[in-house]
Each structure stands twice: as C-alpha cells, then as structure tokens.
C-alpha cells in the first residue's frame, strides 16, 4: 500500500514535501496518544520533538464525557502539561453551536456524565430533571458512561416530543485498554432512534470540519499547514478531508491496516504511531 509508511525510506518526494508544510498538529486522544488510562512510551518523546521544531499542537477528542478541567488534570496525571486554548472537545463543539444557532436554547435534558454536565453549565444552560414537567428546550445526547435506563427512556420520550435533538459525536465505541466494549454516543443514539424512529437533528465532533476551524483562525493557519492525526477513518480521517487538511492515520487505536486499505476517500498517509510522524517531520526538516 503505497501510503503505508513504516520509516524514513518509503516516503516519496511528494508526501515528504506536504509534510514539510506542517505548522501544527491536531491530536486526537484515546488511540493516539494514550489508550484508554495508559500513555503510549512516545508520546511525550514525540511532543518534545514537535516542541524543538517550532511546531504548535493541540489536543482533540470526540469525547465529551470530560470537561475540558478534568483533561488538563488527565494529562497532567500522565505527563503531558497542557492549556485550555490546546483543548478541544465535542463538548466545547457543541456548546459553540448551540451559542452560534440556537441563542434561545438555554435549558437541556443532557444525557450525558455530571463532568460533561458541569461544562454545559459552566457556559450557562441549566440541565433539566428526568421529569416530564421540566420541559427542555432541547435534548443533547453524548457518551454517557453514567447511563441510566430511566435517563435513556426520558431521552427517548423527548425525542419522541420532537425539540431540538443534537448527539456530541458519531463515535460507535471508545477505544479502551481493558477487557470490555464501551459503547459510545452513536451506539447511545441508534437505541434511541430504534425506539422512536428519530435520528439527531446534527451530530457534531469529528468529522465535522468546524472542530478545526478554531485553530485555523486562532493562528492563521491553511488547511494544508495542519495534519490531523488519529485513530479513526470515519471520523479523525473523514475530517481532515472535509476540512482540506493533512490526514494522519495512526494505527495503535480502532483502525487496522485492512480498514485503511478500504478507506474512500483514499487516505492521505497511515503510520504504526506517532512516534514515526515525529521522525518523519523531523526528517522533512533536514532536506
């Protein structure tokens, strides 16, 4: 597979030449730079790297069950010193489109976990009672690994009410380094679809192309001077397509060599990890 890529020597001019162009990374998380509470051993060693080349980056995740407090204090616990303006979550995503399209919406049923419930109210909506008598101006669905079988009936009756329906992500699992499936937000909202017959109004996260509008404007980048790296074709990879950046796929997460091989759109570039990125920005530096 000619995008294949294991080290220095398979890399052709032209992939060279467009990593080359790099100005910053946009990470994503679970599979990429850790695996569920474990660190990969590159990862700092790769943010150091960045950091010496006078590469910015910044860390995005379509998981929205922490607030953007609880990921700092995340990384922090395994090493990574990182800022607000270098975090990015679905929830974030959704609270800006919330702001930017529906002002009016200030009161909603959150299914959702009480961290992710916290940023929501940090930016201030008030979230609702599982009660049919506090009536929300709308619902939003994430990964809740709180979930309740009362919360997920309530969810489904007022999407059954038809108010304004918004799900965090398209996500179907979370990567995990334990011996269990954790089904995330799409798994969450194909229940409630098949006991109502709706689907979300808008799922945002990745791949929606508006995750990286942010760092585009906040430092003045092209689409083509970002490399989206993750985990995960249809929504890390999906993005960086839709939004013209360079895609990055990492295969220490959800994605294996044969899905990339089916991807379509074909992919830009897929790598064992990070660690390799790292030695061929490093490389495309020196030539």
Partial sequence: MKNHITDNSQISPELLNKIKKIKHVALDMDGTIYNGTTLFPFTISFLNKLKELGISYSFLTNNPSKSIEDYLKKLENLGISATEEEMYSSAVATIDYLKNNYPEAKRLFILGTPSMIKQFEKAGYISTEDSAEDI???????????????????????????????????????????????????????????????????????????????????????????AMVGDRIYT????????????????????????????????????????????????????
């Avoid at 269990?180 to 192309?209: F, H, M, N, W």
């Avoid at 950046?245 to 897929?270: M, N, Q, R």
Wanted: with cysteine; glycine share 4%; hydrophobic share 40%.
């Fill in 136 to 226: 929300p101006d709308a619902l939003v669905v994430a990964f809740d690994m709180t979930l309740t079988y009362e919360r997920l009936c309530r969810a489904s009756w007022w999407a059954k009410q038809n108010i304004l329906y918004v799900a965090t992500n398209p996500d179907r699992v979370c990567p995990t380094d334990q011996p269990v499936v954790l089904v995330d937000c799409a798994s969450i909202y194909s229940c409630i679809e098949t006991a109502t017959g709706r689907k979300p109004d808008i799922v945002l996260g990745k791949p929606q192309k508006e995750m990286l509008d942010g760092i585009l404007t906040s430092k003045k980048l092209k689409p083509e001077e970002v």
């Fill in 236 to 287: 890390d990879m999906m993005m960086a397509h839709n939004a013209g950046a360079f895609g990055v796929l990492v295969l220490t997460g959800e994605a294996t060599l044969d899905d990339a091989k089916k991807a379509d759109p074909e992919l830009d570039i897929i790598l064992p990890s990070i660690e390799t990125l790292g030695n061929l920005i490093e490389y495309s530096h020196l030539k």
